[in-house]
């Protein structure tokens, strides 16, 4: 395959390729075993572009740094070095030494780590069969001429599973986070979880609470990110996950909801299929799929039908809850928490007045709160009527009508001579409203307004 790349083209990805060849043929040249390893080759062999390519070899960490100057060691004890993409920025190709592992104490790190210089002993510690091949790009012949396979990962991608290599608890007892990482592989494969992997999972699901919650958010967070989403949820609830990590999501589960507006189905359902809908979905987007509707189940009531009062208002509290328990960074809590404000208020844009509606259209990363409206109707009663007018509106205002120049400012005010307070912030937003009615369009009329306003809100003041 290597032998079909172009050294001067453009793309990221074969440039990183063509790079982590130019590493391993150093490698080899200085009398060293080096491979691709882990996920590049898995991916390789499926057809699909590797994120990234790792690279395995018997060259010690100190060996690595002095044949690569540009290199940084990012893990002394695990002999892991990161070399930097002359060409591409931020880009990087990760070096391992061969290693094999003692007990782990924590259910995250070994308690000791002892360099190889055997492949098969380093392969036979990783997690899972198919991220476990190894391939010598420089080999001659066919792709699959060149992986090399200890652990039958071969016959497992073929068969589309994926199973922990070894004793399947002992894989998860050395690190806890390997039970998400299963699902995740299952889900942006669309493989199976054989039986006894899946087995050890269930018995160990409990094990995840004792992962960091930054390490359990991270791979929530490509579950719903890299592709199969819909049945990493699903796979989640089967393997016991669901109710450890996100029990909230898995109390929406028969939570019905009135079948005029949702025929799809409960809220669990709902959400399952909005997630099949999502193009692209960011972080913040997933997770605002995933907890627009977390408030219902403990809103739910029948009167003339069943009903969900009040459900934004309390799945803006359990959310809050939610993304502090998985440490979420605040700029990300704020837009899925306004994902979660928002999605309701679609059903009036159409009645809104001007100047509402513009700030609506106008809140950040709107483009998310459209996506989430647009799956959330077509996982339910597939009216779009609201979606496509806000999308006509967004073209007919652009930004200079959603965003027009302030007219005056509070130094404006002062200098009319009232004194700064409350009375400046409600007339500076009285004045914006003007403007984006179109009732106020010139600096004068927006000056004379403001005295006029000013008079009439400071008149009743007592004087100091």
Do not use: W
């Amino acid at each position: 395959m290597h032998n079909e790349s172009d050294p001067n083209s453009s793309d990221p990805q074969l440039l990183s390729e063509t790079f982590a060849i130019e590493i391993i043929d150093g490698l080899h040249k200085r009398g060293h075993q080096a491979y691709l390893a882990g996920g590049c080759v898995r991916d390789r062999l499926l057809g699909r572009a590797p994120k990234d390519f790792d690279i395995s070899t018997d060259a010690q960490p100190e060996d690595l740094l002095r044949y690569f100057p540009t290199a940084r060691l990012v893990g002394e004890q695990f002999g892991v070095i990161l070399i930097p993409h002359p060409q591409q920025a931020d880009a990087h190709v990760e070096v391992a030494t061969f290693r094999t592992e003692g007990l782990y104490q924590d259910g995250r790190r070994p308690e000791h780590v002892r360099f190889e210089t055997d492949p098969k002993a380093d392969v036979e510690r990783r997690d899972f069969t198919v991220n476990a091949l190894l391939e010598d790009p420089l080999a001659p012949g066919v792709l699959s001429d060149r992986v090399i396979d200890y652990v039958g990962g071969l016959t497992d991608l073929r068969a589309r599973v994926i199973r922990a290599i070894g004793d399947p608890s002992l894989r998860f007892r050395e690190d806890h986070l390997r039970l998400l990482r299963a699902v995740r592989l299952a889900a942006r494969l669309d493989f199976e979880i054989e039986p006894a992997t899946m087995a050890a999972i269930r018995r160990s699901a409990a094990d995840i609470q004792r992962t960091s919650a930054e390490r359990v958010r991270d791979e929530l967070v490509r579950i719903l990110t890299e592709g199969g989403q819909r049945r990493g949820v699903e796979l989640l609830d089967r393997t016991g996950l669901l109710a450890q990590v996100l029990p909230e999501l898995k109390a929406c589960q028969g939570v019905e909801q009135p079948p005029q507006f949702h025929p799809e189905g409960d809220v669990y359902t709902h959400l399952l299929l909005m997630l099949v809908l999502l193009k692209q979905p960011t972080a913040t987007l997933g997770m605002g799929v995933v907890l627009h509707d977390i408030g219902k189940p403990a809103t739910f009531r029948i009167a003339d039908r069943i009903r969900f009062d009040g459900h934004v208002e309390a799945g803006l509290a359990i959310s809050e809850r939610i993304l502090k328990r998985l440490r979420f960074s605040n700029d990300q809590t704020e837009q899925i928490l306004a994902l979660v404000a928002n999605h309701m208020k679609f059903k009036d844009v159409q009645q809104m007045r001007e100047s509402t509606l513009k700030r609506f259209l106008r809140v950040p990363h709107f483009e998310e709160h459209l996506e989430l409206h647009r799956v959330d109707c077509l996982a339910s009663n597939g009216n779009l009527e609201s979606y496509h007018f806000a999308q006509e509106k967004l073209l007919e205002f652009g930004q200079d009508r959603l965003r027009p120049p302030r007219l005056v400012t509070g130094r404006d005010l002062t200098e009319l001579g009232f004194h700064p307070g409350p009375a400046f912030g409600t007339v500076l937003e009285e004045i914006e409203t003007g403007q984006l009615e179109g009732t106020i369009n010139t600096r004068e009329a927006a000056l004379a307004f403001a005295e006029r306003r000013l008079l009439e809100l400071t008149a009743d003041l007592p004087e100091s």
